[in-house]
């Protein structure tokens, strides 16, 4: 009996195949939050799963086995907010009008996350005024801006770099990773997982990464794009291979996006200057219902070939590359190959205005 207290005692007893050191204790009070239900998305191990809460005046609880730390997203009714959990207790404090803000206590995770951040603010404060100027101003100034941001995510890429490098097993390094190849290209995201340690890079969340990257691999520079299929907003079929000999920005889009749709005047004026040139665009919907999609396409006045499964996110091209955020592009040169990866906005323009200048000399 003694024996069994000293293991209880010492957070390995075990009952009904967990221990108790695997469990993650959850309580929340966030106020103005009333009675609604959250969704919490984590990993058990290897098993992706989804969890209930219920709140009651803007308090819950909430208990999983989750033997690693990792960054999980709770869905509240109108937003999302994503905090770092691991075993033990934990305790999580805000309130409902500022969800981005909320007091975590108890995980060291999280508090190496928050002080992670404190260090990138500086940078945060040059970024946040020039998205505020996005789109307000002259193609010239438009393209400053865009080069701006641009250097400004280059250096905290950098800091992120380096904390990894220092940091190999932390597992803020590792959902740093993780993050970094939600939207990344290959060659980013391959060069920082070889900076993660090995236990790092066994566990559950990097056998995960080491997928992602091979899904990554397919739209690395240098590539060659997919031949696939799919039909028209009239229901023919058409093939990648009939754009072979072209320049082709293949854009992923959707009619219920946004961003996309913001896009779109900026993707057509890049069709009107260079159609001529041996250019085109290839749109590939991540809608699911065709009568939304076709009105965006007459609403947006695209005249490009448009093609999708309507399959939503599940969109068999989409899905190939790993496509997890749109808009997204792959820029493929005539002999079929990537040459270039979700440009948009005067980057794009940039882009192109130097491919074809260096063409016609």
């Known amino acids: ?38 969704k919490i998305y984590y990993y058990e191990g290897a098993e992706q799963k989804t969890g209930d809460i219920k709140t009651k005046d803007g308090k819950f609880s909430w208990v999983a086995n989750m033997p690693d730390a990792q960054k999980v997203t709770i869905m509240f009714p109108r937003r999302a907010a994503w905090v770092y959990l691991e075993p033990g207790n934990i305790s999580i404090t805000g309130t409902a009008d500022s969800l981005h803000a909320l007091k975590v206590k108890g995980s060291k995770t999280q508090a190496e996350a928050d002080a992670f951040t404190a260090s990138q603010k500086p940078i945060d404060d040059q970024m946040d005024p020039l998205y505020q100027k996005y789109g307000k ?12 941001l641009a250097g400004l995510k280059a250096q905290k890429r950098e800091l992120t770099n380096k904390y990894i490098a220092v940091h190999p097993e932390s597992m803020l390094s590792l959902s740093m990773v993780t993050d970094r190849a939600g ?3 290959y060659k980013d995201v391959q060069s920082v997982f070889e900076l993660l340690g090995p236990k790092a890079k066994a566990s559950a969340e990097g056998k995960r990464l080491a997928e992602r990257l091979t899904v990554l691999k397919r739209s690395a520079i240098g590539e060659p794009m997919l031949n696939f299929t799919q039909n028209d907003t009239e ?63 007459k609403d947006d006045g695209m005249p490009w070939t448009q093609l999708s499964d309507l399959k939503g996110w599940k969109n068999e091209v989409s899905t190939y590359y790993g496509i997890m955020g749109i808009p997204s592009t792959l820029l493929i040169d005539p002999q079929g190959k990537i ?12 882009k192109l205005e130097e491919l074809f200048t260096q063409k016609s000399k």
């Open 137 to 148: 101003g002259s193609k010239e100034e438009q393209l400053a801006l865009e080069e701006k």
């Open 339 to 350: 040459i270039a990866k979700d440009l948009r906005g005067e980057i794009l323009n940039k």
């Open 1 to 38: 009996m003694k024996a069994f207290k000293k293991l209880a005692l010492a957070g390995i007893f075990c009952f009904a195949g967990t221990t108790y050191a695997q469990q993650t204790k959850l309580t929340g009070d966030i106020t103005g939050l009333g009675d609604v239900d959250l």
């Open 235 to 297: 229901g023919k079929p058409v093939s990648f291979e009939a754009f072979k000999g072209k320049y082709v920005l293949v854009d992923f889009w959707a009619s219920w996006c946004g961003p996309c749709r913001a896009e779109n005047p900026n993707v057509l004026k890049a069709y009107n200057t260079y159609k001529d040139k041996n250019f085109t665009v290839l749109g590939i919907s991540l809608d699911d219902k065709g009568e939304n999609w076709k009105k965006a396409i």
């Open 183 to 185: 939207m990344g290209s």
